[in-house]
């Protein structure tokens, strides 16, 4: 490659200042600063002289791996970091002796030849092949086939069967319950729910008649009312019929300010107010307080006679009276019914395969905290009350522009 030079005379020419504008003389491509070219030209220059450009030489001519290290660096070091790790001894260890071969030889098993092998005589018979010729010459073999005589005519027909002396096994009883006491308890509980269907309607005709009965009266009312508020100047007016405008509006009263006086006396009012309340729930507190005093010492009275009374029964057993179950009452809501377990005739399976697993062991263990008074009864509320949206009149009509 030919070295490039610059031109003859000074390499760097007169620094001229940078000009925002290229429209004079200063612009023009002489006066242009070119120095940093000509560095650059000198510099590849020098690497030419050295053995080629830097950017086209191998990674081999340019760097060297030190793998010596430097030593005055590890005179700097403290004598307890000098030195050698045993690690580094087993590595550089270089020795002329080959190292032991742990291949494993079948052939030359003593190389040095101090002592010579075992060597099996030819003239030698083991124990165990003279026991296999005796076998062998007594007709006894591993592949020996034993012939024997047919004590039987394989084309003759069998010997007759046997009549079965014993009795057939016993069908066990089937799982579902015996028809009398089925017919008795499904009669029970159709009586039940028959009973209760009809206090349901009578409970809801007489709720009926009483809306009726109110509503009633309270038309009579309005009527006595009306006609006692008729006087008789309007009974016997001429002008009976005629309504003028100045009785179909009512005149409402402007709310005026309140003296001071009044003020007080409703701040007054609303302070007794506040004091009775607490008076009342003082009083009901302590009314409670006496209860549970009383309940406490009944049943500390009671409590030998009620583990002999009534078993210690676990909380996922249902069977048993509810009130015989039932310790004491927690909240005001109802305890919810027992769900009936019994199934209708129809439904009776003659197969334990086709027999469903109905019931809900949660609701049954739920309801069984209920009785025994662990849980507190609650009303179920399906749905949380919803916030009432307010329905106004949208004016469109105001709603224009002007262009």
Known sequence: MPVLEAQAGSRHRPQQHKQPSRKGKKAWRKNVDISEVEHGLVELNEEIIRGGPIAERDAEDIFAIDVVGDQNLKKQLPKRLRTTLKSDEIISQRSRVPALSTRKRTTDRIPDGSIEPKRLRRDYVSHKEIRRLKQVADGIHDQTVTIEDATYDIWDSGPPLEAVSSAPSFVPQCYNPAFSDYEKRLTDEGTKAVESERKRLVAKEEEKIKREAAARSAAEAEAAEAKAELSEWDEDSEWEGFQSGTEETKMTKRPERKTKAQRNKIK?????????????????????????????????????????AIPQLSDSESEGDDDQLRRRKLGKAKIPEKDLELVLPDELQDSLRLLRPEGNLLRDRYRNLLVRGKLESRKHIPFKKQAKGKMTEKWTHKDFTLF
């Open 268 to 308: 007054r009012y609303k302070e007794e107010e506040r004091k009775k309340k607490l008076e009342a729930a003082a009083k009901r507190k302590h009314r409670q307080l006496d209860a549970l005093k009383q309940l406490t010492r009944e049943a500390t009275k009671q409590a030998g006679t009620s583990v002999l």
